[in-house]
């Protein structure tokens, strides 16, 4: 799901006020960030068409959006902004996953934990950029809230430099 330009602006400004030379994280570039509704991985030419069929059928009212607070996966070695899991958006989640198994795609069995990556640590002590980030933050940002009115189906290219994301697809959520 796309974000309001409002947000990544303030998102921009909070990765500034942290960000340092050599601090050993690998920081995601303004237009990659977006909220995950449902990761698929690879998906053939066949898979591709009946999600964009299947997402197609999925109607939702808009989304309203509010990004709470920064975190840390710190298994995965990563910093995100946190997004509130609010019953529509988790509503909406789950349409696209029931929409998406029709096409052979297993939705994953942890809890929905919507977010947007900022970072991710390199190395083998993936731990202690995150902690030295950690420390840095002083103070809980407050993110403007939005109302999402579409999903993307986006593609990730992977490179040594980070993934980027082109959008494929469009879907739009009704205004009522």
């Not at 999925?58 to 989304?63: A, C, D, F, I, Y």
């Not at 029709?102 to 934990?113: L, S």
Request: one cysteine or more.
């Amino acid at each position: 799901m796309p974000l309001a330009p409002a947000v990544v602006s303030e998102l921009k400004v909070t990765v500034v006020r942290l960000r340092s030379n050599g601090d050993g994280l690998r920081w995601t570039e303004p237009a990659s960030w977006h909220i995950t509704l449902q990761f698929l991985g690879n998906t053939d030419e066949e898979q591709y068409r009946c999600v964009v069929a299947r997402l197609a059928e999925v109607h939702s009212r808009s989304v309203p959006v509010h990004l709470a607070d920064l975190g840390f996966f710190e298994r995965a070695g990563v910093f995100f902004a946190d997004v509130s899991p609010t019953p529509e958006l988790v509503s909406l989640a789950g349409r696209i996953m029931a929409a998406t198994s029709q096409c052979g795609f297993v939705p994953k069995t942890r809890p929905y934990h919507p977010h947007i990556t900022l970072a991710r640590a390199k190395g083998h002590d993936r731990n202690q950029p995150l902690r030295t980030l950690q420390q840095r933050i002083n103070r809980p940002p407050n993110f403007a809230r939005f109302v999402a009115s579409e999903f993307v189906l986006y593609e990730s290219h992977l490179s040594p430099a980070g993934s980027t994301y082109e959008n494929r697809h469009r879907f739009p959520l009704s205004a009522t």
